[in-house]
């Protein structure tokens, strides 16, 4: 199983140029790795880019889906990196993967992933989501998916 997530909401480059994720997208993240975790997701790696906010989503999802995943940043998950990287790291793989990223990139590797093609156009991915394929005779198929929760509202 691959589970594909889209880093949480994140302040601005002017708030700080880290990119911590914001009060709304920590919260939108916990309840999406609660989700994720009660429909059975349970990678044994989670990767992410590194980057603080997908750092801090993967944590969220360490936390509420398996804390015994080996945890790490690692190469190929930048916004602008190209999808190959990432598909060359998952050849052969056997253990299920969880990959925090950014967009661009997380749309353009779902779209080389289901098409098997290197130049396949981008596809639809929820902002702030997840997206769970299982390879099926060779193919990447989409299991579930779960949009990021925009209409969470904070309190006072």
Do not use: Y
């Amino acid at each position: 199983m691959l589970l594909l997530v889209h880093h949480g909401d994140a302040v601005g480059p002017d708030v700080n140029p880290m990119r911590p994720l914001s009060d709304r997208g920590r919260a939108a993240v916990e309840t999406l790795a609660k989700e994720a975790a009660g429909k059975g997701a349970k990678p044994d790696v989670i990767w992410h880019s590194g980057k603080m906010r997908a750092r801090q989503t993967a944590e969220a999802f360490w936390r509420h889906c398996n804390p015994f995943a080996t945890f790490a940043a690692t190469h190929g998950l930048q916004p602008t990196d190209p999808p190959s990287w990432i598909v060359d790291a998952l050849a052969g793989e056997t253990r299920d993967v969880m990959l925090v990223g950014h967009f661009p990139h997380m749309p353009r590797l779902l779209g080389v992933l289901r098409a098997g093609q290197p130049d396949a156009a981008p596809a639809d991915f929820p902002l702030h989501g997840m997206i769970v394929l299982e390879l099926k005779q060779g193919v990447w198929v989409e299991r579930w998916r779960l949009a990021g929760p925009s209409s969470l509202v904070l309190g006072p």
